[in-house]
């Protein structure tokens, strides 16, 4: 009997999650149009459906901290949606006999959400907040509150999940993906001398120092924070 009660429980709190996720994504269906043109919605591009969940988790994380850190949560959450959204042609790209550098892609995906869909440049440069320009540090402080909000929710997002740290996320990519090491490696003369995830984890562990003070919450609890405000919303969502 309790583990039939138990089997109960955990379907409704799995249908409130679902319910919950499915009401967010209805509020966001003019951004969700430009990932099915990028080729990650709908029955035939079934084997790309995990990008656009991790760029729907992207966009509650960055939401529930746009709420608490009074940052701009509507242009937050349209580049979390937006910002793998050309992952699939950026991985055909890459896969072709010339490969061209991730920062190439880049550009040309910037060029289209630009020209062909009109997406404002302050959601184009949150979106691409995600990889750095450059590791300066002019540029790096230059970096606005909202630019910080989706580095950091990327650097710790593992498919839907949140990981307790940028440094448990990327490990756990590179032992999945061991391409992933070689990717990193080529920004080191971009990235003066670091690797993509040395300076992912760096500027991540920042952001999480400078969040957690500005909501008074204990130093290595901040994803903790995220998760927990994600279950008072999936909780308190009317059905």
């Known amino acids: 009997m309790t583990s039939h009660l138990e089997n109960i429980r955990k379907d409704e709190s799995v249908n409130r999650k679902t319910h919950y996720f499915s009401k967010f994504v209805m509020h966001h269906l003019g951004t969700m149009r430009i990932l099915k043109g990028g080729g990650l919605l709908g029955r035939e591009n079934s084997d790309w ?3 656009s969940e991790h760029c729907i988790a992207e966009a509650v994380g ?25 992952k699939r042609t950026e991985k055909e790209m890459m896969s072709a006999e010339h490969k061209p550098h991730r920062m190439s892609a880049s550009r040309e995906n910037k060029t289209i ?11 184009i440069d949150i979106a691409h907040a995600v990889v750095p320009e450059r ?10 509150v909202e630019e910080r909000i989706m580095h950091y929710i990327d650097a710790i997002t593992s498919g839907t999940e949140f990981a307790t740290s940028p440094r448990e996320r990327i490990a756990r990519a ?10 990193s490696e080529s920004f080191r003369s971009l990235y003066l001398g670091k690797s993509f995830h040395e300076l992912q984890i760096e500027l991540a ?22 998760m927990g405000k994600l279950q008072e919303r999936i909780t308190n969502n009317p059905r």
């Open 49 to 51: 459906r995990n990008v």
């Open 62 to 86: 960055v939401d529930i901290l746009a709420e608490h850190l009074g940052a701009d949560r509507s242009s937050l959450v349209s580049a979390a949606l937006l910002h793998d959204w050309f």
């Open 113 to 123: 959400l630009r020209e062909r869909y009109g997406v404002p440049e302050r959601v």
């Open 135 to 144: 590791a300066d540090e002019a540029y790096l402080q230059a970096r606005t």
């Open 174 to 183: 590179t032992q999945q993906r061991p391409d992933y090491v070689e990717d």
């Open 205 to 226: 562990e920042d952001e999480q120092t400078e969040f957690e003070r500005q909501l008074h919450i204990p130093s290595g609890t901040l994803a903790s924070f995220i």
